[in-house]
Nanobody, 113 residues
Framework: QVQLVESGGGLVQAGGSLRLSCAASGRTFSSFAMGWFRQAPGKEREFVAAIGDSTWYADSVKGRFTITRDNAKNTVYLQMNSLKPEDTAVYYC?????????WGQGTQVTVSS
């Protein structure tokens, strides 16, 4: 069973940057696409970015966020630049496009204005 552990979140001022990591254990994920998702208070979980044979981004983060992966480390990263208060959420990783793996605990990102 795959376990996902997200890390790298924190409190940052608007315009700042953070780099999130998602480490997978229990199974190599190099053969399938992985994505980042986020859930803000009172809102549904939404897609942020994904990486497979290509990369995909939500319109709201395009040009500001970059997703990468290191298959040797079974880790997916999300570099977040020019952060906005509306990026505040708990960020999760999972398989893409169907998040069929067990969700991790997520990592909290808080952007102050």
């Amino acid at each position: 069973q795959v376990q996902l552990v997200e890390s790298g979140g924190g409190l940052v001022q608007a315009g700042g940057s953070l780099r999130l990591s998602c480490a997978a254990s229990g199974r190599t994920f190099s053969s399938f696409a992985m994505g980042w998702f986020r859930q803000a208070p009172g809102k549904e979980r939404e897609f942020v970015a994904a990486i497979g044979d290509s990369t995909w981004y939500a319109d709201s983060v395009k040009g500001r966020f970059t997703i990468t992966r290191d298959n040797a480390k079974n880790t997916v990263y999300l570099q977040m630049n020019s952060l906005k208060p509306e990026d505040t959420a708990v960020y999760y990783c999972n398989a893409y496009p169907s998040p069929t793996l067990s969700w991790g605990q997520g990592t909290q990102v808080t952007v102050s204005s």
